[in-house]
């Protein structure tokens, strides 16, 4: 199979169309067969209930090529089964987790000739979501749905590739107490907008949320989790109801205990502590694992020890081992890595 003629190394983390994706619809209480479609539009009635009630959800995995030349995707089963967990939240039909799996796998083969090759940096970004397809206009759940799953080979998520980020407290919550952000739904990502605009016009690469309820504790930013190495080298790791459980931090805190031999601690962690921590990073499927430099509070500035100028030491282990797992040059625990 030949590969798309793309500049692989120079990708950002942007849209491009590909040949393939997989559609599935919802309708009279079962999903249809679903299949592969070469059409990229989605046309919908103005009064489909994802216009005005915003009832979506989605999912991100990556596809990979591994040094000996296969294509994998990482712990696809446990978006698969998250995305369960977020329909079930919002009054959506779960999409089931075996049908999940086979549909990433089916959209992806299709799509080989847009896997980035290995060595290059890129990986082919899966983005399963499902949405209200039926009109609604009273306040209620749709009756019918549409599940999709689109691919696009991507870059690194911050401009610039791997390099420490300077992280701003938001004054604007991005979950509710008992609402909707250890979910993955659109909304949670609508309500982070404004926040994202506003740090970046000041100058900040990305938002430090706080727990809507105390404003005390630190959550997360807008698409990735944190982690916090203390001065044992402990691996720290916010608890929280309210934040994504990212696949990322949970395979991050696996590699940390089980390979590496690391203390791992998941409590809740406060904004007052943030000066006690010696590195910080975010992490997540688009970020990967990226260390964060510094964080603002309304001016009173938390450097990490770590500094400006590249990830600190035990961030950096963790990073390669768990890419290394990911590329298939270190052996990672047995299903993590899912051949195509
Ligand atoms: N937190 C938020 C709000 C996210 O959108 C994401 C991205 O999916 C993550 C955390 C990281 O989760 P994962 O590692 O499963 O991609
Ligand atoms: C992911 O990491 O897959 C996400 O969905 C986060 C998003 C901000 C790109």
């Known amino acids: 199979m030949e590969k798309k003629n793309l500049d692989w190394a120079n990708l950002g983390f942007g849209y491009m169309t590909t040949d393939y994706r997989y559609v599935a619809n919802y309708k009279n209480g079962a999903w249809d067969k679903g299949?592969?479609?070469d059409d990229p539009t989605v046309t919908l009635?103005?009064?489909?209930?994802?216009f005005h009630y915003c009832q979506e959800i989605?999912?991100?995995?990556?596809a990979y090529t591994t040094e000996d030349g296969h294509i994998v995707t990482f712990r696809p089963d446990l978006n698969a089964v998250r995305m369960m967990d977020s329909a079930k939240r919002l009054e959506m039909p779960p999409f089931p987790a075996e049908r999940f799996l086979e549909?990433?796998?089916?959209?992806?083969?299709?799509?080989?000739?847009?896997?980035?090759?290995?060595?290059?940096?890129?990986?082919?970004?899966v983005r399963p979501y499902m949405f209200a397809s039926s009109p609604v206009i009273g306040v209620k759940p749709a009756d019918e749905y549409q599940f999709r799953i689109l691919v696009t080979p991507v870059g690194p998520y911050f401009k610039g590739g791997v390099h420490p980020l300077t992280i701003c407290v938001s004054d604007f919550d991005r979950a509710?107490?008992?609402?909707?952000?250890?979910?993955?739904?659109?909304?949670?990502?609508?309500?982070?907008?404004?926040?994202?605009?506003?740090?970046?016009?000041?100058?900040y690469d990305e938002n430090m949320f706080l727990d809507p309820a105390t404003r005390t504790y630190v959550e997360e930013t807008g698409g990735a989790n944190f982690i916090f190495i203390d001065k044992e080298g402990t691996?720290?790791?916010?608890?929280s109801d309210s934040i994504l459980p990212s696949v990322t931090r949970r395979s991050i805190a696996v590699v940390a205990k089980d390979i590496l031999g690391m203390k791992?601690?998941?409590?809740?962690?406060?904004?007052?502590?943030?000066?006690?921590?010696?590195?910080?990073?975010?992490?997540?499927?688009?970020?990967?694992?990226?260390?964060?430099?510094?964080?603002?509070?309304?001016?009173?500035?938390?450097?990490?020890?770590?500094?400006?100028?590249?990830?600190?030491?035990?961030?950096?282990?963790?990073?390669?081992?768990?890419?290394?797992?990911?590329?298939?040059?270190?052996?990672?625990?047995?299903?993590?890595?899912?051949?195509?």
């Not at 890419?323 to 270190?330: E, L, P, R, V």
């Open 103 to 125: 549909a990433v796998e089916e959209v992806v083969k299709a799509n080989a000739a847009w896997v980035p090759p290995y060595g290059s940096g890129a990986s082919l970004y």
């Open 58 to 62: 989605f999912e991100g995995l990556k």
């Open 235 to 239: 691996l720290v790791i916010p608890k």
């Open 176 to 203: 509710a107490p008992h609402g909707t952000g250890h979910i993955k739904a659109g909304l949670n990502y609508a309500m982070s907008l404004h926040a994202y605009v506003t740090a970046h016009q000041n100058g």
């Open 264 to 340: 791992v601690k998941e409590r809740p962690v406060k904004l007052a502590e943030l000066s006690d921590f010696a590195e910080c990073g975010v992490c997540g499927t688009a970020a990967v694992v990226c260390p964060v430099g510094k964080v603002v509070d309304h001016g009173r500035e938390i450097c990490f020890p770590s500094g400006m100028e590249s990830m600190g030491p035990v961030i950096q282990k963790l990073y390669d081992t768990l890419t290394g797992i990911q590329m298939g040059k270190i052996e990672g625990p047995a299903g993590w890595v899912h051949k195509i």
């Open 45 to 50: 009635n103005e009064c489909a209930g994802i």
């Open 35 to 37: 299949g592969l479609t």
